[in-house]
């Protein structure tokens, strides 16, 4: 398949830290500065031109998403997770840039010199080049080794030497908003410790237009198209196998799975705390379950109360369709105990995992792991 790119947006640092929710609960503050010590991922925003006809609007529907890439060590990466947050599927994602005119460009043994007000930029930070006269610098990536004064900046860049003194462009640093306390989302970089590459996947533009978004719609040929779409990219991407792990009405893996063996679709499936109803569209039990030929893992909360999510004997019906997956387990994690800050069906309780994040990730990274 080809996957048109439309756009890759490096996210700084600083600006991941500032995606933190600020929302007033020591348990909360205490979880963001447990993710930020851990997480030194370097995120990237990627958009892809969706390739199939738009379910609402008019085209071109694209469909962006976060990759976080893996920390290493502990290990070398072995798998790509994409994870589909739930709800109406749009963790309202927005990247911001902000440019700033080169006027003037130099390389030298392997140092690129830059001139251009840094007043907002650091060093470490990864900022991006266009529309200078050399143009293998445009679309470029580089991270600022050293900052000159006020007026430029260095970086490590192997190319061949020149020198153009009045080249022109601009110099952007990037930013990211994401309106989502999702399990997942909220927890990329925790997944990323685990030495996974990690998507953190939007809706697409399309579906963003639909009163309930992704509601109702996990199993449409349209939702299935662009989930399979991303698997296609990641596995380009890497070479390596990719898993879906949904959360709550993240079932949309279950959809592609059931119906697309690999390489087409997933490598593995993980649902947390996902539906199980009997009458809910979005339920697993929707799904062409015994077309799935790849491993599942079922985690839930114990402490989890929303009705159609509860895991445990609910999920009886849901494994004994599961008759051509090689492999089928399920584990639950302790309540954390803590005061919800949403209802029992949203993240920020115990159907998100709200205090139990870390135990969470690590049993699903360790299943991952461990499966054939």
Not at 71 to 79: E, L, V
Request: proline share 6%; hydrophobic share 40%; with cysteine.
């Amino acid at each position: 398949m080809s996957v048109p790119v439309t756009q890759a947006t490096k996210i700084s640092s600083e600006s991941r830290r500032r995606g933190c929710p600020r929302l007033g609960s020591v348990a909360i503050l205490a979880a963001c500065l447990l993710i930020a010590a851990k997480s030194f991922a370097q995120d990237t925003v990627q958009t892809l031109t969706v390739t199939r006809a738009p379910v609402a609007g008019s085209p071109p529907v694209t469909q962006s998403f976060i990759v976080s890439e893996a920390i290493s060590p502990p290990a070398i990466p072995t798998s790509v997770l994409i994870l589909l947050p739930g709800g109406d599927g749009t963790i309202n994602l927005v990247t911001t840039a902000a440019a700033s005119p080169i006027t003037a460009t130099s390389l030298a043994t392997n140092v690129l010199t830059v001139t251009v007000s840094n007043s907002n930029l650091k060093v470490g930070e990864s900022v991006s080049i266009q529309g200078t006269a050399e143009s293998f610098l445009n679309g470029q990536t580089v991270t600022i080794a050293s900052l000159i004064g006020s007026t430029g900046f260095t970086a490590n860049f192997a190319a061949t030497n020149y020198t153009n003194a009045s080249d022109t462009g601009t110099v952007s640093s990037f930013g990211v908003s994401i309106n989502s306390n999702n399990f997942l989302i909220r927890d990329r970089w925790l997944f990323a410790g685990q030495s996974f590459y990690v998507i953190s996947l939007d809706s697409a533009t399309d579906f963003q237009l639909l009163p309930n978004g992704l509601t109702d719609e996990q199993g449409s040929a349209a939702h299935i198209t662009d989930v399979l779409q991303v698997i296609a990219w990641a596995r380009s991407a890497t070479g390596l196998p990719v898993w879906v792990v949904g959360t709550s009405r993240g079932t949309g893996g279950a959809f592609a799975a059931g119906l697309n063996p690999p390489p087409t679709g997933p490598d593995g499936l993980v649902f947390a705390d996902s539906i199980d109803s009997t009458t809910d569209p979005d339920s697993l039990l929707m799904a062409n379950l015994a077309g799935i030929v790849v491993p599942v893992f079922f985690l839930n909360d114990a402490g989890n109360t929303c009705p159609g999510t509860l895991g445990g004997k609910s999920l009886t019906p849901v494994v004994k369709q599961l008759t051509s997956a090689p492999l089928v387990n399920g584990e639950s994690v302790p309540s954390a105990g803590l005061a919800a800050l949403t209802d029992n069906c949203k993240s920020l309780s115990d159907h998100g995992f709200f205090g139990k994040e870390d135990l969470a990730v690590e049993k699903i990274a360790d299943w991952i792991r461990s499966a054939p």
